[in-house]
Structures are given as structure tokens and as C-alpha cells.
């Protein structure tokens, strides 16, 4: 199997907060889902590993060469919880500011395909899609760069509960289709189980579970692969 991104031994400090020796892989094609409550860390080493912040200790690998910064890293796309930026600019004009950025591997049949296929009409300000609507926008946008990997950040955050299977749907299927490597995060282990091949949990810095969906479904009792904590 074969390996896209390797964290290895990677440890953030902060006053109040830590990383704590975050050590893990992810295979080429599949879908990893990063669980975890609010606070625990995953923002955190989605930042640490995309270098956007310095780390103390530790290696992250992308496709056989170490990440020194973030401008090493332009296959990786990085989809941020907060998504509330330029809320009053028009969704096309957006999308030409982020092609200008990434003139080099933009594909406009891409994103054309995929707001098609969203039913997305980018002749609207940001602030006017629905949150749905919004996430799907996006998306479009970051497979527009062309991605090895893509790293979504508690994607399901603000989506209505009656649309977010829907979403995860989506996710999944761009996976199968793209043939793209996906790391995203979640406070729900329900939601990650309905998508993903392999999990990680992560609390409090420390990552407690690192294994496949099918191995963690005959498990029945998470407690014992997490020194005791339960998966929330």
C-alpha cells in the first residue's frame, strides 16, 4: 500500500496545549476521518502538518519529500473550518482569484463540471449560498487545483442536519471518482464511519486510535484501544 503523507513524531507546544509525539500515514486513494472534540487538536496538526505554523519536533512527508513550508505543498489543498472569508464577494470572482494563485494547475473543465454537478451558480456573493450550497462552492474551487491530497477541516460544521449526509456523500464520491487521498476532521464518530476506510482519534494532543473502519466496526469496546477513553 501505498503511502501519500507520513507524520512522524510531530509535536506542537503551546502554554496551555500540546501535540504530543503525532505519529501516522495515509494511503493513496482513501479516506481518512480525524475524530475529535472541540479542543483537542485537530486544527492544530492540520496546520502543523500543511506548515503554516512552525512545529517543535517531528517530520511530515508528502509524496516522498519532507514539507519545509507551505510553499512546497501546492498538491495539497486545505479546506479551513472558518469559512466565513469575503463573504460579500461574488462566488465567480472568488474562483478567478484563486485561479490567478494557481494559474499552474487550475482546471477550469473541473470546477465547471463540479458546479454542474452541484447545481452551483457562482453569480452569487458568498454570504448569499446556503451553508450547503457554500461548502459545495468550495469544494469545486479546491478540486479545481488539481490535488493529490485534500484536507477538510469539520467540513459538516454549519450544514444543516438534514443535508449533511448528503455531504459526506459527496465526499466519498469524490474520492471514488478523483482518485483523490481526503483528510477530514470531525467531532462525530458517526459521521467519519459513514465515510471513511481508516480512523484516527484524537484527544487532548495525543492520538489515541489509529486503524481501519472495518477493524474498528468489530470492535465493542472502544475503550480498550483508547487507554480507556471513550470515542465520543
Avoid: H
Amino acid at each position: 500500500m501505498e503511502k501519500l503523507l507520513e507524520v512522524k513524531s510531530l509535536n506542537k507546544n503551546y502554554n496551555d496545549f500540546s501535540l504530543k509525539d503525532i505519529s501516522f500515514s495515509l494511503e493513496k486513494g482513501k479516506v481518512t476521518g480525524l475524530i475529535g472534540k472541540a479542543g483537542s487538536g485537530k486544527t492544530t496538526l492540520f496546520l502543523s502538518i500543511l506548515k503554516l505554523i512552525n512545529i517543535d519536533s517531528g517530520e511530515v512527508i508528502f509524496d516522498g519529500k519532507e514539507i519545509t513550508n507551505s510553499k512546497k505543498i501546492t498538491e495539497i489543498s486545505y479546506l479551513e473550518c472558518d469559512r466565513t472569508l469575503y463573504p460579500e464577494i461574488i462566488g465567480y470572482d472568488y474562483k478567478e482569484l484563486i485561479k490567478s494563485a494557481y494559474k499552474y494547475q487550475w482546471s477550469e473543465n473541473i470546477y465547471c463540471r463540479y458546479l454542474e454537478t452541484f447545481f452551483v451558480n457562482d453569480n452569487y456573493k458568498l454570504s448569499e449560498y446556503s451553508p450547503l450550497t457554500k461548502i459545495k462552492f468550495f469544494l469545486a474551487v479546491e478540486l479545481a487545483k488539481s490535488p493529490k491530497l485534500l484536507i477538510l477541516d469539520e467540513p459538516t460544521e454549519g450544514v444543516y442536519t438534514s443535508e449533511r449526509a448528503e455531504l459526506l456523500n459527496i465526499i466519498r464520491k469524490i474520492a471514488n471518482d478523483e482518485d483523490i487521498t481526503i483528510l477530514f476532521s470531525s467531532k462525530s464518530k458517526d459521521e467519519i464511519t459513514l465515510v471513511a476506510d481508516n480512523v484516527l482519534y484524537l484527544e487532548d494532543g495525543e492520538l489515541l486510535l489509529d486503524m481501519s473502519i472495518k477493524a474498528m466496526e468489530q470492535m465493542n469496546d472502544f475503550k480498550y484501544f483508547t487507554g480507556g477513553k471513550k470515542i465520543v
